[in-house]
T-cell receptor, first 112, second 111 residues
Framework: AQSVTQLGSHVSVSEGALVLLRCNYSSSVPPYLFWYVQYPNQGLQLLLK??????LVKGINGFEAEFKKSETSFHLTKPSAHMSDAAEYFC??????????FGKGTRLHILP | DARVTQTPRHKVTEMGQEVTMRCQPI?????VFWYRQTMMQGLELLAYFRNRAPLDDSGMPKDRFSAEMPDATLATLKIQPSEPRDSAVYFCASAVSYEQYFGPGTRLTVT
């Protein structure tokens, strides 16, 4: 069965530092992959998605993610963290039944 | 811009009462999902519809939960009777081309 694993339920980075949020998926077929962000008291918002083609995907707010099939990974990065990036981030994958499977989420804390 | 709307945004009710949550998907989106989010369980898929037909409701407690789409502009999630363990944030999402757009959620508290 399809599964999505996010390493680290909480990640803290200093303002201006690199953000790296890790995501690994399990799948026997090339998946569709997503990153969503959830700000407090809001619904999830799509940051970026990978379907086919270029493996480096750029999203909103300066985030990007790279699909690495050999590592079954889809890590999310941002070169320089901003205080407004503090939120919860969810990695997700589309499974064979056309349902999106979400990871448990990683809460990103930005230190001043 | 087009958004998924959910009502009510907050609901406090007593155990045993019926609760109905409503969702208006984005016009033109043919797939609608209901999720529940809690601190302990995270985000759980309860049910989803495509072209108003229920495709999967295996995530829902069948004895008390029901989900319907009476028309393309309205999806409902009903809990009867409600229990304290149903306290959570319930999200509706509508989708096109596998991109899901989430509503702001209904925060349900059952006392």
């Amino acid at each position: 069965a399809q599964s999505v694993t996010q390493l680290g339920s909480h990640v803290s980075v200093s303002e201006g530092a690199l953000v790296l949020l890790r995501c690994n998926y399990s799948s026997s077929v090339p998946p569709y992959l997503f990153w969503y962000v959830q700000y407090p008291n809001q619904g999830l918002q799509l940051l970026l998605k990978y379907t086919t083609g270029a493996t480096l995907v750029k999203g909103i707010n300066g985030f990007e993610a790279e699909f690495k099939k050999s590592e079954t990974s889809f890590h999310l990065t941002k070169p320089s963290a901003h205080m407004s990036d503090a939120a919860e981030y969810f990695c997700a994958a589309l499974n064979r039944d056309d349902k999106i499977i979400f990871g448990k989420g990683t809460r990103l804390h930005i230190l001043p | 811009d087009a958004r998924v709307t959910q009502t009510p945004r907050h609901k406090v009710t007593e155990m045993g009462q019926e609760v109905t949550m409503r969702c208006q998907p984005i016009l033109g989106h043919n797939t609608v999902f209901w999720y529940r989010q809690t601190m302990m369980q995270g985000l759980e898929l309860l049910a989803y519809f495509r072209n108003r037909a229920p495709l999967d409701d295996s995530g829902m407690p069948k004895d008390r939960f029901s989900a319907e789409m009476p028309d393309a502009t309205l999806a409902t999630l009903k809990i009867q009777p409600s229990e304290p363990r149903d306290s959570a944030v319930y999200f509706c999402a509508s989708a096109v081309s596998y991109e899901q757009y989430f509503g702001p959620g209904t925060r349900l508290t059952v006392t």
